[in-house]
């Protein structure tokens, strides 16, 4: 099932225009940090819309479209990623806060990558959390993921670690590395990582 396609593109800048807006992006953000030590800040996203692409490896659906563009998040698309991300085996779906969005995008965006983010989990019901946490010692008593603040992804074309690095170097929240699970959680909760 398709959810979210959308008519609207992004601008296309291509390897040699992200090459040069990832050498200004760190002449602007990583210089004084070298200079004064102060903490990198993530380069702002590109463009006057932001774009996100998920498939949801539990249902196979997919979104890939515009989710903010003209200064403002775009309602339509919201409600199409809080479906994507619900809990399939609750099916419940939850309000996913936008900011999660911005953060996958500018982890995306940092990655160059060509494929779409693959949704391990989204939403867990309080119900399905427990259950989760009866299996895996792992599972947070109040997880992220229950206030729709968290994602577990991965990437086909990049490793994890670059994920949760790239995730990490954003300061926007919680970065936990699963290698064996196959998947990075990336939330917008306190900054922390594991």
């Known amino acids: 099932m398709l959810l979210g396609d959308d008519d609207r593109k992004a601008p296309e800048i291509g390897r040699r225009g992200f090459l040069t807006f990832a050498a200004a992006?760190?002449?602007?953000?990583?210089?004084?940090?070298?200079?004064?030590?102060?903490?990198?800040?993530?380069?702002?996203?590109?463009?006057?819309?932001?774009?996100?692409?998920?498939?949801?490896?539990?249902?196979?659906?997919?979104?890939?479209?515009?989710?903010?563009?003209?200064?403002?998040?775009?309602?339509?698309?919201?409600?199409r990623l809080d479906v994507l991300l619900r809990d399939h085996r609750a099916k419940q779906v939850c309000r996913f806060d936008p900011r999660l969005f911005d953060a996958l995008a500018r982890v995306h965006q940092a990655l160059d990558s060509d494929e779409p983010f693959r949704?391990?989990?989204g939403f867990r019901s309080r119900r399905t959390n427990a259950?989760?946490?009866?299996r895996s010692r792992g599972v947070a008593k109040e997880s992220y993921h229950t206030r729709g603040m968290a994602v577990d992804v991965m990437l086909p074309d990049v490793n994890l670690k670059a994920i949760a690095e790239a995730a990490k170097g954003l300061g926007a929240g919680g970065v936990g590395y699963y290698p064996r699970s196959g998947f990075v959680h990336i939330d917008v909760g306190p900054v922390r990582s594991w």
């Open 131 to 134: 259950m989760a946490r009866r």
């Open 119 to 121: 949704v391990v989990c």
């Open 25 to 79: 992006a760190l002449t602007t953000f990583a210089a004084p940090a070298l200079v004064t030590g102060a903490p990198v800040q993530a380069a702002p996203l590109v463009g006057g819309v932001r774009r996100i692409a998920l498939h949801n490896i539990n249902t196979n659906e997919h979104f890939d479209g515009v989710y903010w563009a003209d200064g403002n998040y775009k309602a339509d698309a919201l409600k």
